[in-house]
C-alpha cells in the first residue's frame, strides 16, 4: 500500500509517498481503509522536530521515532481484531490515529466513532484534533456558559472555526478575530462579531470578554488578561509565542502565577482525543450544528505540497488529503 514516510527531521522535503506493507489490525485494533484525512499543526511540527520539546514529549532527539505522519481520519472498517466489539466491516467511521496519510491504517476502536450518514468522509476528517481541541478548550478548560461574551483569536484556522461555531452552539455571543481575507469566513460560520486584527487590535479596545480562547495565541498573556472581564478565563490552545523549550515553561509560570493573584484565570489545553467528545462532535456533524470549512484538497501524493501550505498560516480551515483506491481483486 501507498503510505506519506519520513525518516529525519525536516521540511515537507522530508516527506516521501513509499509502498509499504499493509498493516494487520491486533487484536484490539481496527483496519480502515482510509477515504480521507486532514492536517493540524502538529503534523509539521513533528516532521520537523520543533519546537524542541516535541522531540522530547515524541522521543527521537536525532530522528523521529514516529515516521508516519497524520492523525484525523475517515474511512470504512476494512477488519476489525478478534476483541473489537463496537464495529464490523463496512462501517464508515472517523477518528484519530497514527499515520492517517495512508491508504490503510490501524487504530484501536476507542479512538473512532461511527460516521454521520449525511457527513462526507473529507468533512468527517477534518473534525477529530481541530474540533475536540475546540470543544475541551471552551467546555472544560473556559466552563463556557450560555451568554458569555466570548473572544476566539484565530478564528479562521482548523480550531479557530470550530470554536466560533461550538461557543455559538452553547449560546455564547461571539467574536471572531482573524485577517482581512477571512473576514467573510468568520461571518458565515456564525461569529456575531468580527475584529479584523490588521486594523483593530482587540487587546487595547477597551472591551472585556468573559471567555478568550487562543486558537492562535499571538499577544502576550498579559494583553490577554488585561481583556478579559473579572473572574474571565483565558485558554491558549497553540500558535504564537516563544515556541521554545524555556519560553514554554516561563509562559506556563506565568499562566500559574496570574490566575493566583486575581479572579482572572490563564490556562493552557493540551487536548484528549476520546470517544465519548467523539460522539459529541458525531452528534453536532450530523445536526449541522458545526459545519467542516475546508480550504483546499490534495491527494495522498501531494502530501508535502499540502503541509507546505499550512505552514504558510494563510489556510481558511482545514486541508484535507483525499484518496482513491483501485479496485484490487
Given amino acids: 500500500m501507498k503510505a506519506i514516510v519520513y525518516h529525519n527531521y525536516g521540511s515537507p522535503d522530508v516527506l516521501q509517498c513509499e509502498e509499504i506493507e499493509k498493516p494487520t489490525p491486533g487484536d484490539k485494533e481496527i483496519l480502515i481503509k482510509v ?11 513533528l516532521m520537523r522536530g520543533k519546537p524542541w520539546f516535541i522531540r522530547l514529549m ?11 505522519p497524520g492523525r484525523d481520519v475517515a474511512g470504512q472498517v476494512e477488519a476489525v481484531g478478534r476483541n473489537v466489539t463496537q464495529f464490523k466491516p463496512g462501517d464508515e467511521v472517523f477518528g ?4 492517517s496519510f495512508a491508504e490503510y491504517v490501524c487504530t484501536v476502536e476507542d479512538k473512532l466513532v461511527l460516521k454521520p450518514a449525511n457527513t462526507s468522509f473529507e468533512d468527517a476528517a477534518a ?6 481541541t475546540a470543544l475541551q478548550g471552551l467546555r472544560d478548560k473556559g466552563r463556557i456558559q450560555r451568554g458569555q461574551r466570548v473572544l476566539v483569536d484565530g478564528a479562521s484556522g482548523g480550531v479557530g472555526t ?5 461557543a455559538k452552539s452553547f449560546g455564547a455571543e461571539v467574536t471572531a478575530v482573524c485577517s482581512t481575507s477571512k473576514v467573510d469566513t468568520a461571518r458565515a460560520i456564525g461569529a456575531d462579531h468580527v475584529i479584523d486584527y490588521t486594523r483593530t487590535d482587540f487587546t487595547r479596545s477597551g472591551k472585556h470578554y468573559d471567555l478568550i480562547l487562543g486558537a492562535n495565541a499571538y499577544h502576550s498573556i498579559f494583553d490577554y488578561r488585561r481583556s ?3 473572574g474571565g478565563i483565558y485558554v491558549g490552545a497553540g500558535g504564537g509565542g516563544d515556541q521554545s523549550l524555556p519560553g514554554i515553561l ?20 493540551l487536548a ?3 470517544k465519548a467528545d467523539l460522539n459529541v462532535l458525531k452528534d453536532l456533524l450530523g445536526a449541522g450544528t458545526i459545519v467542516p470549512v475546508i480550504d483546499r484538497r490534495y491527494p495522498l501524493s501531494e502530501v508535502a505540497k499540502a503541509v507546505r501550505y499550512l505552514e504558510e498560516g494563510h489556510a481558511k480551515g482545514k486541508v484535507v488529503v483525499t484518496l482513491e483506491h483501485e479496485n484490487k481483486i
Fill in 35 to 45: 477515504r480521507a484525512a486532514s492536517l493540524n499543526a502538529l503534523d509539521w511540527h
Fill in 58 to 68: 515524541f522521543g527521537g532527539l536525532r530522528k523521529p521515532k514516529i515516521t508516519r
Fill in 96 to 99: 484519530a490515529c497514527i499515520g
Fill in 127 to 132: 473534525v477529530p484534533v481541530a474540533a475536540i
Fill in 162 to 166: 470550530f470554536a466560533v461555531q461550538i
Fill in 228 to 230: 478579559l472581564s473579572q
Fill in 250 to 269: 516561563l509562559e506556563m509560570l506565568l499562566q500559574s502565577f496570574l490566575s493566583l493573584i486575581g479572579s482572572k484565570k490563564m490556562l493552557s489545553l
Fill in 272 to 274: 484528549n482525543i476520546n
